[in-house]
């Protein structure tokens, strides 16, 4: 399995946007499912936001749901997260994985975690 690359993390003001890249440099993605998790300090990780490969449909976690868009360039190989009206309770480290099945929001669906990017949001 190829490891993904985040980038684009941050510190920024509640109410700004930001917006968070997911490649593997050198390799296509070529995952089923490539999904965005958080973990903030002493909180279990959370995943936020999923897409398909096959059809683009996309699922959010409900903290997230209205402000965060998850997208997929595939001329540029890299998935987005697009996080809007950020809030200081989204201060966290953001991972994006992939997995070669259909999958969903629970960690355990996936492995080969990367170093993810570091989210501030002051208030």
């Known amino acids: 399995q190829v490891q993904l690359v985040e980038s684009g993390g941050g510190l920024v003001q509640a109410g700004d946007s930001l917006r968070l890249s997911c490649a593997a440099p050198?390799?296509?993605?070529?995952?089923?499912?490539i999904a965005w998790f958080r973990q903030a300090p002493g909180k279990e990780r959370e995943g936020i936001a999923c897409?398909?490969?096959?059809?683009?449909?996309?699922y959010y976690g409900d903290s997230v749901k209205g402000r965060f868009t998850i997208s997929r360039d595939n001329a540029k190989n890299t998935v987005y997260l697009q996080m809007n009206s950020l809030k200081p309770e989204d201060t966290a480290v953001y991972l994006c994985v992939g997995s070669d099945r259909v999958a969903g929001l629970d960690e355990y669906e996936y492995d080969n975690w990367g170093q993810g990017t570091q989210v501030t949001v002051s208030s």
């Open positions: 897409i398909s490969a096959s059809d683009g449909s996309t």
């Open positions: 050198g390799f296509t993605l070529d995952y089923n499912t």
